[in-house]
């Protein structure tokens, strides 16, 4: 795979496990990594406590600039009670 595609991705996945470590109280994470449809695919979910607030704390945001900095896309989804769920999509012909 392409360095920055690699890059972008080693910082989603450091930044989500920090993310609950500090935040979240889980007690599980989980991640899953696929390359398929010129895409890198990325599944990290964690079993905390849920209720951030996309767009709020800098851990948040630095995510969101980590994937669009490489065109991709990231879904999170936070539901309280319920732990964080991120879906990110990276282009394998990112720059």
């Known amino acids: 795979m392409p360095e920055?595609?690699?890059v972008?991705?080693?910082c989603?996945?450091?930044e989500a496990l920090t993310n609950?470590?500090?935040h979240s109280h889980a007690s599980e994470v989980s991640i899953r990594?696929?390359?398929e449809h010129d895409e890198l695919r990325l599944s990290?979910?964690?079993?905390?406590?849920?209720g951030a607030v996309a767009g709020r704390?800098?851990?948040l945001i630095r995510l969101e600039d980590r994937v669009q900095a490489?065109?991709?896309r990231l879904d999170i989804s936070i539901p309280t009670g319920s732990g964080t769920r991120l879906a990110v999509a990276i282009p394998l012909d990112a720059e």
């Open 57 to 59: 704390g800098f851990g």
């Open 20 to 22: 609950a470590a500090k």
């Open 4 to 6: 920055s595609v690699e």
């Open 12 to 14: 989603v996945v450091a």
């Open 33 to 35: 990594a696929t390359a």
């Open 44 to 50: 990290i979910g964690d079993d905390g406590i849920g």
């Open 8 to 10: 972008a991705a080693y």
């Open 70 to 72: 490489v065109a991709g």
